[in-house]
Every structure is written in C-alpha cells, then in structure tokens.
C-alpha cells in the first residue's frame, strides 16, 4: 500500500533555504508542501489556518522566534506536529523548542533520506532527535540545578513571568514593584545568567533548571 502523502509547512527566514526544502519535497510524491513562512508569527498564522501534517520548524529568525511560535501553536491546539530543522545545537536551542512542544529536532546538515524520514516519523507523532542532540539533552538531565541558587527569589519570580510572556508593566502590577524595579531586577538576570535579552534569559532559565 502507498504511503499516504504528508502535507508540510516550511518555516526559515532564508529564501534561499525554503527554496531548496520546497524543491526537494516537490520532488518526491510523498510530500506536498502547503506553503512557506518567514518568521514564528506568520508560521503560526499559516498553520492555524493550513493545518500541515509537520511543520519543519527554524528557531532563530528575526520576525518572531521558532520557539515562541512552537509553544503558540501547542497552546493553540494544533495538531500539526513540529520537526525542528536549524544549525544549532546547543543547549539553550534545543531544550526550549523541545520542552515548548517541538516533536524532533534535526540539524541542517542532515541527508536528504534522513530528513525524510524524520519528517514521515513526526507525522506519526513519533520523537525524532540527530544523534548531537540526543546525547546533549541527556547531559542537561544530568547537570545539577544548582544554578538555580545564584538568583535571588525574586528574580526567580521575574524570571518566570518573562517565560510566560509577562510584560514589564504586567509584572510590576502582579510582584506590586515599580517598572523601574522591573528592569533592575532583570539587568541582574542577564548579567547573572550571560544573556542579553528576555528571550536567552528564558532559554538559559530552561538550560539550567531554573525554570520547570
């Protein structure tokens, strides 16, 4: 019996790299590619109303993360599943996309076959991982969470409101501190954590076991 063919939804900010992905689907009948999107926020608008089987999925991208949009779509109820295809591969991408409801995660490098049959197994629902980031997510469940410690209770608090994309205001209002005690608190964060932004502070946060 033929295998039934599986509807995608490209998402990287490279032209040049969804051109490339849309041609090699074309090529093969198995596939039918729906459509192609720039960014997290247009990802997630074409998925809602596309409904791809999978969307192979770019995490750093300037109009809207992979991440946010991962975690969007699974709050949404989507029911399209999500194969991660990126040059990265470090610890502060792939725990993230993964933990935000992202089904695999595939490095670029990947084979054609390989890419193929990542995508046929997360249409099936099943977890699909290259090899470089299996063995890092088993060393992040191994590493202590005693980092966690090097924050202070209510920069943790802080912390968790920005993972849920709490606003600065919205924050002050809930923790009843000024804006400006706002920002105080999270220039300690990023200098504490190495990060610069709300974004790699949220990721790290997860990396480290600050954040569950």
């Known amino acids: 019996m033929a295998e ?6 490209i998402v990287d900010d490279h032209p040049v790299v969804r051109d490339g992905l ?27 109303r ?14 809207g993360s ?3 949009a991962i975690a969007e779509l699974t709050r949404r109820g989507s029911h399209a599943k999500i194969l991660v295809l990126t040059t990265y591969d470090t610890d502060a991408d792939t725990i993230p996309a993964i933990e935000s409801g992202a089904t695999g995660y595939l490095l670029k490098d990947a084979p054609r076959d ?12 099943r977890t699909v991982l290259s090899p470089a ?11 202590p969470t005693s ?15 920005v993972a849920k994309g709490t606003s600065n205001r919205e924050i002050a209002r809930e923790l009843f501190i000024s804006e ?14 190495g990060v610069k932004d709300r974004a790699a502070a949220v990721a790290v946060g997860y990396d480290r076991g600050i954040l569950g």
């Open 4 to 9: 039934r063919t599986i509807t995608l939804l």
């Open 22 to 48: 849309r041609g090699m689907f074309a090529a093969d009948p198995g596939f039918d590619v729906l459509g192609e999107a720039a960014g997290g926020v247009e990802a997630v608008a074409l998925a809602l």
């Open 50 to 63: 596309l409904d791809p089987d999978v969307v192979l999925m770019d995490l750093r991208m300037p109009a």
């Open 66 to 68: 992979g991440v946010e």
């Open 114 to 125: 390989e890419l193929f049959a990542a995508v046929r197994a997360a249409a099936e629902g």
């Open 133 to 143: 980031v299996a063995s890092r997510l088993v060393g992040a469940v191994r590493k």
């Open 147 to 161: 980092a966690a410690g090097a924050l202070s209770a209510r920069e943790r608090e802080v912390l968790e409101l």
């Open 180 to 193: 400006a005690t706002v920002k105080t608190h999270l220039t300690h964060l990023y200098t504490k954590l």
